[in-house]
């Protein structure tokens, strides 16, 4: 197969929790280009900046191949309390990214999304296929949705190739943290592992043929009886190296 070589691959939100394991995985295959709104450590080609300003945007995407998508607004009752800050960051900062991709002839992009997006369909407990419609409950989600549809407006207008990639709960195996710090006892069929995302990021990166896909990301192997996770492995060839099936399930005692 012809794989593609990506020759600078963008990053946003390279700080953060995912963002650290995206610059880490990505960082030995591809040349990068991070930006966040808070320095980010290291010797990369990186800058701080506001993906709600166009001008870093713009900025961000010049001399780059590709493009991934990772920020997002701090998750926080009092910023997702209205929809002023994280329409800034997730909604209008995702338009402009795609718009500087569009620009700055960007052909690739990939889209960190949520599987919350689908949130009243997991919330009835329906198995999760990428043809649900969106069915956000709370303003977070709500932006995911906007983005998702805003990815899918610059693929049919523009051309833009994108990949959309839904994590569930972004947790690390090793100390079985989140990214708030948070050590849990116990897991479930939403745990993904963000080396595990940042592998799929690569994967997609790469992929020969894209046009717009929509990939849910599980890790554990308990998703696949809640979510479509065979185009995920059929497509990009990815496999979970993650699975966090060395921990006891929710509702199983810690130990016994
Ligand atoms: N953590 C999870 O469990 C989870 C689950 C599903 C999806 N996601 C998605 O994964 C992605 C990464 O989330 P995370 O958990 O690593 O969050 P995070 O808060 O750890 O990282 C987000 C980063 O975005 C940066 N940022 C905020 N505002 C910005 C701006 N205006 N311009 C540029 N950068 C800005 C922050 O400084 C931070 O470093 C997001 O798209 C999120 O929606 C996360």
């Known amino acids: 197969m012809d794989f593609r070589t990506p020759t600078r691959v963008a990053i946003t939100g390279a700080a953060g929790f995912l963002g650290r394991s995206l610059v880490q995985v990505l960082g030995e295959h591809f040349p990068l280009r991070l930006l966040d709104v808070v320095p980010i450590p290291g010797?990369?080609?990186?800058?701080?900046?506001?993906?709600?300003?166009?001008?870093?945007?713009?900025?961000?995407?010049?001399?780059?191949?590709?493009?991934?998508?990772?920020?997002?607004?701090?998750?926080?009752?009092?910023?997702?309390?209205?929809?002023?800050?994280?329409?800034d960051v997730n909604v209008k900062g995702t338009a402009n990214l795609f718009h500087a991709a569009c620009t700055h002839g960007i052909k690739r992009v990939v889209l960190i999304s949520s599987i919350s997006v689908v949130q009243g369909h997991q919330n009835a407990g329906e198995f999760l296929t990428r043809d649900l419609s969106p069915d956000p409950r709370a303003m977070y989600p709500l932006t995911k949705v906007l983005q998702e549809q805003t990815a899918h407006y610059y693929h049919q207008a523009h051309g833009l190739e994108v990949?959309?990639?839904?994590?569930?709960?972004?947790?690390?195996?090793?100390?079985?943290?989140?990214?708030?710090?948070?050590?849990?006892?116990?897991?479930?069929?939403?745990?993904?592992?963000?080396?595990?995302?940042?592998?799929?990021?690569?994967?997609?990166?790469?992929?020969?043929?894209?046009?717009?896909?929509?990939?849910?990301?599980?890790?554990?192997?308990d998703a696949d009886a809640h979510a479509e996770m065979g185009r995920l492995r059929e497509f990009l060839g990815w496999k979970a190296k993650h699975t966090f099936e060395k921990y006891p399930r929710d509702g199983e005692v810690p130990g016994t």
């Open 163 to 221: 990949a959309v990639l839904r994590p569930a709960y972004i947790c690390d195996e090793d100390t079985v943290s989140d990214k708030y710090g948070r050590h849990l006892l116990t897991v479930n069929w939403q745990f993904i592992d963000p080396r595990d995302i940042a592998e799929a990021t690569r994967l997609a990166l790469i992929a020969p043929q894209l046009t717009y896909e929509i990939f849910y990301l599980l890790g554990h192997p």
């Open 43 to 87: 010797t990369w080609d990186s800058r701080v900046g506001d993906v709600s300003q166009l001008e870093d945007a713009l900025s961000l995407c010049e001399g780059c191949s590709d493009l991934v998508i990772g920020h997002m607004a701090p998750n926080r009752p009092e910023i997702y309390g209205t929809p002023t800050l994280p329409f």
